[in-house]
């Protein structure tokens, strides 16, 4: 502030002037100094990691010593890899499962109690979906590891309703294991995505809710003529975290089975994982990396334009 | 028909939500039972009270608890002082490359956390001098760089809807920007900066890879603890299934109290709309 004052009276005006850049750039500083906390953070643990990731595709690392240039050495060997062809197949599975599963009941339920009457109803319905929250990610995993054993909890219902004849071992045959995984978490309604739609159908103005009344607009036309297409632009957000999920399963298989039974579950982040913290080829672990990332980025792409048509 | 159909809305979203809570019902049945009472009858509810399963439990996930706490709660506090700076900056201000930062910040959105998290392993260990690899700050950092996309979006929407005006009128009276963020902007954003922490403390407190790669027994963050407690459970006697169960309802209590107080916020948060493409 003191240079505004006293700047003109020293240096006459061609000082006025400078003392108003000089005011404009202490402006900018004092900006760049604002994000420059954000900007050295995720240099530092972002930017710098995705760019090794990037281009330690292309070498020989161990992680330690320096990496040594291998060309497309990696990929070569990625295209005759038979467990990743598997890991693949795995993934697209899963892939599907989990995306509609990411969506679909949540849906479901954000509109169902969208609908529900009573204000206090509604509220109570939302935390009871909620609540789960508070369970950690990891005990679901390890809980449903037990939900699955042979003498688990499922084959424990199953006996019991007398459906003997269907109850196996189901994480450990490699004919269920991977469905056994994707579908794991039932009823699968996500309090994040649920309350995403619900802010989206809440958004719905009043006019086009009316409207659609006074056209009769009920029920099911109502659900795909009105809600379905008014809350899109979730669906898409949604969508698009559900793709970026579906390529990042490494936890519930490390944690259930460690890709087992043979290799019935590993996914390709999983083979990722397992190829650079177990084995130490950094090298490949990261060419996988590449591959899976340029993979979700082509299905978000992909998605956004289908979305468009 | 309009009451039969508003009653099988009832209907379902009951039974979907008993399922939806199940998991927590299953936990604390059998976190009091023996093993020969929990493999007689899982969904029975308990017949005997063994307290010391609690006890048990107790001793093993405290430290860990702590451990988890300490990481998520300087971590989220980390995150929302960062994103508000930045978010203000972006929101308020005029300066050269601001739409390329901004970007910048954006696309971070896009990268899968799976494709960094080795080199961010690496990253981390480099660190090692100052003896961060294997304590709570190998954790912190990277977690506040995690957060900044998300809550600077967020934050900026925000912003976006305080009056100009306001600003303008206080930088003609002479104030700094620090100070119309510190003094007008965080006193006006009180609700939408907890929410952002809520929001964040949830996938951090649930994260298992990173801290499994990276910390010593001693700094174990509770994920962790949780799944070598299992392990445990398993090849020693099958007996300490009770305290396993124990230790999950145990688990449950920092978020429980957390969304107990706050969970309007974690609502709110994502229903004011600011999330959408």
């Known amino acids: 502030m003191t240079t505004r004052a006293t700047a003109p009276v020293l240096a006459g005006s061609e000082g006025a002037l400078s003392a108003r850049q ?6 900018y500083l004092a900006a760049y100094l604002m994000v420059l906390p954000t900007f050295l953070f995720i240099g530092y643990f972002l930017y710098y990691p995705a760019y090794r990731a990037l281009t330690g595709g292309f070498t020989h690392w161990d992680g330690f010593n320096a990496p040594i240039w291998a060309g497309w050495d990696n990929f070569q060997r990625a295209i005759d890899d038979d467990i990743l062809q598997t ?23 954000a509109a169902l109690i969208f609908h529900v009457s009573s204000d206090r109803a509604r509220y109570l319905y939302r935390s009871f979906f909620v609540i789960p929250i508070i369970l950690p990610t990891i005990v679901t995993i390890l809980l449903w590891r037990y939900f699955y054993q042979t003498s688990g909890l499922i084959n ?27 579908l794991m978490g039932f009823p699968w309604v996500n309090a994040f995505n649920m309350l995403i739609f ?40 949604l969508l698009i975290l559900a793709i970026i999920n579906s390529g990042q399963n490494i936890v519930t298989p490390l944690v259930m ?53 | ?11 379902i979203l009951i039974v979907l939500a008993l399922l939806a809570l199940f998991p927590l019902a299953f936990l604390f049945m059998n976190s009091t039972k023996t093993e020969l009472e929990y493999s007689k009858d899982p969904l029975g509810l308990p017949t005997s009270f063994n307290w010391h399963n609690f006890t048990d439990a107790y001793d093993v996930v405290i ?8 990481v998520v709660g300087v971590s989220v506090l980390g995150i929302v002082s960062l994103a508000a700076m930045s978010a203000y900056a972006f929101t308020f201000m005029r300066f050269p490359l601001r739409r390329l930062l901004f970007v910048m910040v954006f696309a971070l959105l896009l990268i899968p956390g799976v494709l960094t998290l080795i080199p961010l392993y690496l990253q981390i260990k480099r660190l090692d001098f100052m003896g961060l690899s294997n304590s709570w700050g190998g954790l912190i950092l990277p977690y506040i760089a995690g957060g900044q996309a998300f809550s600077i979006f967020v934050l900026r929407t925000f912003f976006g809807g305080i ?115």
């Open chain 1, 257 to 309: 089975t460690r890709g087992g039974p043979g290799y019935s579950t590993y996914t390709v982040s999983y083979y990722m994982y397992e190829t650079a913290v177990d084995y130490g080829e950094f090298g490949y672990s990261m060419a996988i990396a590449l591959m899976l990332f340029i993979v979700i980025i082509a299905m978000t792409a992909l998605s956004q334009l289908l979305n468009r048509e």
């Open chain 1, 198 to 237: 619900y802010a989206g159908l809440q958004n719905i103005p009043t006019e086009v809710i009316e409207a659609a009344r006074l056209d009769g607009a009920a029920g099911w036309r109502r659900l795909f003529t009105i809600e379905i297409p008014m809350v899109a632009s979730q669906f898409k957000l």
């Open chain 2, 163 to 277: 009056s100009k005006d306001l600003v303008d009128a206080a930088r003609v009276d002479g104030a700094s920007e620090w100070h119309i963020l510190g003094k007008i902007v965080v006193p006006l954003s009180i609700p939408v900066l907890v929410s952002v922490i809520v929001i964040n403390v949830v996938p951090l407190w649930n994260d298992y890879l990173l801290p499994s790669l990276l910390l010593s027994e001693k700094y174990r963050t509770l994920t962790v603890a949780l799944v070598s407690l299992q392990g445990n459970a398993q090849t020693h006697s099958s007996s300490q299934f009770g305290t396993l169960m124990a230790a999950y309802v145990i688990s449950c209590i920092p978020l429980a109290i957390v969304f107990t107080f706050l969970m309007r916020y974690y609502v709110q948060g994502l229903t004011s709309g600011a999330l959408k493409l």
């Open chain 2, 1 to 11: 028909m309009n009451r039969a159909s508003g009653l099988a809305r009832h209907l």
């Open chain 1, 156 to 182: 424990y219902i199953l006996d019991g309703v007398g459906l003997d004849g269907v109850t196996r071992p189901w994480i450990g045959d490699p004919q269920t294991a991977l469905y056994a995984l994707a």
């Open chain 2, 63 to 70: 430290r860990p608890i702590f451990n988890s706490v300490v």
């Open chain 1, 87 to 109: 890991a693949i197949k795995n993934n697209l599975i899963w892939a599907a499962i989990e995306i509609l599963l990411a969506v679909i009941p949540s849906f479901a339920v």
């Open chain 1, 22 to 27: 000089r005011d404009r750039w202490n402006r």
